[in-house]
Each structure stands twice: as structure tokens, then as C-alpha cells.
């Protein structure tokens, strides 16, 4: 069964700085999607940005991009320019083969004006 | 279409109640996914669909939670005799299958589930 991991409960990060979420996964399947769900405080789960695995280049929106090591089974967050509006939990999730998709425990985000 | 959308919003019960949730996703996508979420965790998987079928329930899920989507459109989640430990924020998602394009799924703003 696959397993996504991420290690950090919390992280805090200056307004305009640059902070890098981990997410790693576990999966013997080479085919699949990974996301970063954002949900802000008492509101609703969106999508940040997805990465398919058989794509090699890593996925850019705006100031988030990440950092896909297939081999390594690592799928990081980065975002650039931090701003008070990105304050909230984000999901590391990864989708099967058989589209079922699950979630890691979450990492919480802190922006400090 | 207006997304995914779940009723009711927030739902109180008294423990040994049976209560059911509904989900109604996007028209056109026939994986319907069920997630329990509490306070500062991550969605846990309870059960997905494709159409009206059922093709996976948790482990984890006691015999008292079932779900269903018989016309391969809406779908509930009931669960019977509630216990405290069920308080929790239940959410619906719905995507697309495979090689149909937009691969994510999109999330209702889910049903609170408050246990008495």
C-alpha cells in the first residue's frame, strides 16, 4: 500500500521570503499523480499545483513550484515571495493507478509580517 | 456547474444516533472519493467510487459506516449508532477517471460532525 509522509507539523516564514515544504511517498507503481492541497482555515481544500511522475520537468504555478525526485520518492513545495494569504495547512496527496488518491498528515503554515 | 457540494454543512447528534451525509459532485466526473478529516490531520481515506460502484472501503472503517451512490451520481455516507470518537469533518471529492485531462480532484467544504 502507498504511504505519503510529511515530516513537518509546522513551519513559519517571513512575508516575502521563500519556504520549502518536504513531502516524501511510498509506492512500487512508476505511473501516477502527486498534488499539494492547500486548505486555509475553516475553508475549503484547493489545489496548489500536481505533478505527473511520468514528467521529468518539475511543475510551476506562480510563485510555487516543486521539486520531484522520482527516484528518491521525494515531491517538495516550494514558494517564493511568501504572503500572508498563503497562512494555512498544506497536503502532500498522491493518486494511484487505480485513482485512489490519499493524503499525508499535513503541514501547517505560519507567514510572520 | 457550481462544484462539489455537500449537505448538510454542520450536523449535531446525539451518541447512538444514525445520521447520513450527502455529496453531490461535478456532473461530469464519475470518481467520488469520502475523507474523514479532525482538527489539524490530514483527509483520511474512508471510501472511493467509480459510478455506482464501490471499489474500495477502508480498513479502518468499522462495519458501522457505509456508503453508497446508486445512480452513479450523488452519494451518501451514512453511519449508524454514533459514538464521540466520530466527531469529525467528513469531505466529498470528485474527479475525473484517468486520460480524461484535469487528474486532481475537487473537494465540497464538507459536513462537521458534532457527537453529544
Known amino acids: 500500500a502507498q504511504t505519503v509522509t510529511q515530516s513537518q507539523p509546522e513551519m513559519s516564514v517571513q512575508e516575502a521570503e521563500t519556504v520549502t515544504l518536504s513531502c516524501t511517498y511510498d509506492t512500487s507503481e512508476s505511473d501516477y499523480y502527486l498534488f499539494w492541497y492547500k486548505q486555509p482555515p475553516s475553508r475549503q481544500m484547493i489545489l496548489v499545483i500536481r505533478?505527473?511522475?511520468?514528467?521529468?520537468q518539475n511543475a510551476t504555478e506562480n510563485r510555487f513550484s516543486v521539486n520531484f525526485q522520482k527516484a528518491a520518492k521525494s515531491f517538495s513545495l516550494k514558494i517564493s515571495d511568501s504572503q500572508l494569504g498563503d497562512a494555512a495547512m498544506y497536503f502532500c496527496a498522491y493518486r494511484n493507478r487505480d485513482d485512489k488518491i490519499i493524503f499525508g498528515k499535513g503541514t501547517r503554515l505560519h507567514i510572520l509580517p | 456547474d457550481t462544484g462539489v457540494s455537500q449537505d448538510p454543512r454542520h450536523k449535531i447528534t446525539k451518541r447512538g444516533q444514525n445520521v447520513t451525509f450527502r455529496c453531490d459532485p461535478i456532473?461530469?466526473?464519475?470518481?467520488l472519493y469520502w475523507y474523514r478529516q479532525t482538527l489539524g490531520q490530514g483527509p483520511e481515506f474512508l471510501t472511493y467510487f467509480q459510478n455506482e460502484a464501490q471499489l474500495e472501503k477502508s480498513r479502518l472503517l468499522s462495519d458501522r459506516f457505509s456508503a453508497e451512490r446508486p445512480k452513479g451520481s450523488f452519494s451518501t455516507l451514512e453511519i449508524q449508532r454514533t459514538e464521540q470518537g466520530d466527531s469529525a469533518m467528513y469531505l466529498c471529492a470528485s474527479s475525473l477517471p484517468r486520460g480524461q485531462g484535469i487528474v486532481e480532484a475537487f473537494f465540497g467544504q464538507g459536513t462537521r460532525l458534532t457527537v453529544v
Open positions: 505533478q505527473e511522475a511520468y514528467k521529468q
Open positions: 456532473s461530469e466526473h464519475n470518481r
